[in-house]
């Protein structure tokens, strides 16, 4: 499985995918997994809002318990993310298979659409759209880099935009949702293990700073008669590195859109995105206050114009304590030690899902560290020790 993937999408020169939503690559993870789906004689659905899903047993008896990820990747992203969570469920259910098990309630494995948001910008639009935190009105509205609307998109890929919304009789069908992931960052390297468990997602929100100056030649124009919002920019990059430091938490502006773009053209507009993340709320909002606070400061001392837009935001995730519990209980089984729970600064859908469904997630041994780059690596060992454990999980659940 992890080789008929590892093609799709992948670029030449970086090596890093660019699996985006209802694109070509899209298209073709979306076939592979329906056809992981048939070849093992499970019942293939396609929800309104075109996540995927893969049933072994009946969907509509309720109680299920469900697994999977996403396919789609950020640019120029790396193997793990996502992906792994997905071929690692396939594998599971083989594992039990293999074993014999019998499921007394329905299980199901799902690749939830657009979880990395690279396209039009907001993450887990398949999982927010499914649960009613994304309205149609505002799925409507999103646009790509190239002006091209969120239903223009699934409509050329041969979808109905017209079907998206909420859709609470299939998450009420779900009784426990449980998310594998490769770890993204090195808790588990540092401790040794395999394999842990979700605590929590960090509240987590993304920041749109638009920056308005005066366009102007680069060598005709003196500093003191500038109005340049790169500057302001540079300046709003650098506090919220600062702020960030001071408070423990993480910022990051990591895309920006510059307008004319010209070497020797003073820009008009910068447009950057900030990405800040904490171990709680309060901390999260004294970094972007600050933040905000020092642009503004700047940008009345450049004369420059500043628009701030929150463009998405999701609050501290508890994953159920009820169902964690339970899965410490079923992995701690023989170990001389408790199974690590570990908290995530990275949103999933695992989390957008928890206010409707319990869920849980299990995170897979990343020794470097890195991820949402080429250079992410699990071992396949470790890899293994997630299917085992994704396996022991299923069995645990489905088929007490």
């Not at 590892?6 to 209802?22: E, K, L, M, N, V």
């Not at 859109?257 to 820009?267: D, L, Q, R, T, Y």
């Amino acid at each position: 499985m992890w080789d008929e993937l590892a093609p799709i999408g992948r670029h030449p020169d970086s090596g890093g995918y660019r699996r985006f939503a209802w694109t070509g690559a899209d298209a073709d993870c979306r076939a592979w997994f329906k056809a992981q789906a048939e070849a093992r004689g499970l019942t293939y659905e396609l929800d309104r809002n075109g996540n995927q899903w893969a049933w072994l047993g009946d969907p509509a008896a309720g109680d299920a318990v469900v697994t999977g990820s996403h396919l789609d990747s950020v640019p120029d992203g790396g193997a793990f993310d996502g992906p792994l969570g997905v071929v690692s469920s396939f594998a599971a259910l083989d594992e039990l298979r293999a074993r014999g098990a019998r499921p007394t309630r329905p299980l199901a494995i799902t690749n939830f659409g657009d979880e990395e948001g690279a396209r039009f910008g907001l993450a887990c639009v398949g999982s927010r759209l499914a649960a009613g935190q994304l309205t149609r009105e505002k799925a409507y509205q999103l646009r790509d880099g190239d002006g091209i609307s969120l239903p223009q998109a699934m409509e050329a890929a041969g979808y109905d935009p017209e079907a998206i919304g909420p859709d609470p009789e299939r998450l009420a069908r779900i009784g426990a949702f449980v998310e594998l992931h490769v770890e993204q960052g090195r808790a588990l390297d540092l401790s040794g293990d395999r394999v842990g468990i979700a605590s929590a997602i960090w509240p987590h929100g993304r920041w749109r700073f638009d920056f308005h100056g005066e366009a102007n030649h680069a060598g005709t124009t003196r500093l003191v008669d500038r109005r340049d919002p790169m500057l302001t920019y540079a300046q709003t990059v650098l506090a919220a590195r600062e702020e960030a430091a001071l408070a423990g938490a993480v910022a990051t502006f990591g895309k920006i859109s510059v307008e004319p773009n010209g070497v020797n053209a003073i820009p008009s507009l910068v447009r950057g995105w900030l990405d800040s993340r904490a171990a709680d709320q309060a901390t999260l909002d004294t970094v972007v206050t600050a933040v905000e606070k020092a642009a503004r400061e700047r940008a009345e001392r450049d004369g420059v114009d500043l628009r701030i837009v929150r463009e998405s935001f999701t609050p501290v995730v508890e994953f159920e304590h009820a169902l964690r519990d339970e899965l410490g209980r079923i992995l701690g089984a023989g170990r001389d030690s408790a199974v690590p729970v570990l908290g995530t600064g990275a949103g999933h859908d695992a989390g957008i899902l928890s206010g409707q469904v319990p869920t849980a997630m299990l995170f897979v041994r990343n020794p470097t560290g890195v991820s949402h780059s080429p250079a992410e690596f699990a071992a396949e060992d470790d890899c293994v020790a997630g299917v085992l454990a994704l396996a022991d999980v299923l069995e645990g659940l489905a088929c007490r």
